[in-house]
């Protein structure tokens, strides 16, 4: 597979800061793995990750949301775009090579059948990459921090259950305990490891009330930005300084945010 490179820069004109620099350490870290044909995206949305992490079309992405797969057509980076849940998917046993899903398995209550799913759907020797939340992903927030400094722990805790309500976090586990949910399900693990450290978890959640406008216009265009180049141009010099604060963020001893590569054997 072919990757893009300049993944921030792109990334800061088609998306909400907050999001784009998450997705930034993703690419990177996905970028230096191996991806053979066929490929599956589950939870592909509206296609925009796949656009800014591959320079050539993958094979399939799945969505249960037919609006996310709508905006997909007009990113043109799949070849096939199916609208369906991750638990249930048209296509053979052992048919993709690679099969990947960035910070979606989070958000599925019922994580198990999808992890069936891709199992059963992974070719042997092929890899399944998730990107998923650690268990320190909601102790990285400003709330949580600004309470529990000031030693309202009680406070912290329910701010913390309401910051995982919000986003719909259903699962949140250490990098140990995200390697048994994958043996569970029948893959081994190939390698793992913890990225975004707490500086930049907190550098996004302070970005994230930003978001507003693009927000408004994802509603109502169904896309982030309108004028990417302008965008990109307005914004050089947040680029810069978002390009010092992401430097080496894709591994770290204890982010707030995982990495696990797994195979089925």
């Not at 007009?74 to 369906?84: K, M, N, P, S």
């Not at 599925?108 to 059948?113: A, D, T």
């Not at 990107?131 to 406070?155: C, R």
Request: proline share 5%.
């Amino acid at each position: 597979m072919k990757f893009n490179q300049e993944f921030l820069r792109q990334y800061m004109g088609v998306a909400p800061l907050a999001l784009a620099f998450e997705r930034v350490m993703e690419c990177r870290i996905l970028s230096s793995m191996p991806f053979d044909r066929p490929i599956l995206d589950i939870g592909c949305g509206e296609g925009l990750f796949a656009k800014m992490l591959f320079a050539e079309k993958i094979d399939t992405g799945i969505d249960p949301n037919p609006r996310e797969i709508e905006r997909s057509r007009e990113w043109d980076a799949y070849t096939e775009l199916i609208v369906c849940k991750g638990d249930a998917i048209a296509k053979p046993d052992g048919h993709f090579q690679t099969i990947f899903s960035n910070s979606v398995v989070e958000h599925i209550p019922e994580l198990e059948p999808v992890l069936r799913e891709a199992h059963r759907l992974l070719a042997k020797g092929g890899r399944l990459y998730l990107t998923v939340p650690s268990a320190k992903f909601d102790q990285y927030t400003l709330g949580n921090e600004i309470l529990s400094t000031l030693g309202l722990k009680s406070l912290a805790a329910r701010f913390r259950n309401f910051y995982n309500r919000f986003w719909r976090h259903y699962h949140y586990h250490s990098r140990k305990d995200w390697e048994t949910i994958a043996h569970q399900a029948g893959f081994e693990v190939v390698t793992s490891r913890t990225y975004a450290p707490k500086s930049v978890c907190l550098f996004n959640d302070i970005l994230v009330p930003f978001s507003a406008l693009e927000l408004l216009t994802k509603r109502l265009f169904n896309r982030w930005t309108l004028f990417p180049g302008v965008r990109r141009v307005v914004l050089f010099p947040v680029y810069l300084l978002a390009r010092a604060i992401l430097r080496d963020a894709e591994e770290t001893t204890d982010g707030g945010l995982v990495f696990i590569a797994l195979t089925k054997k």
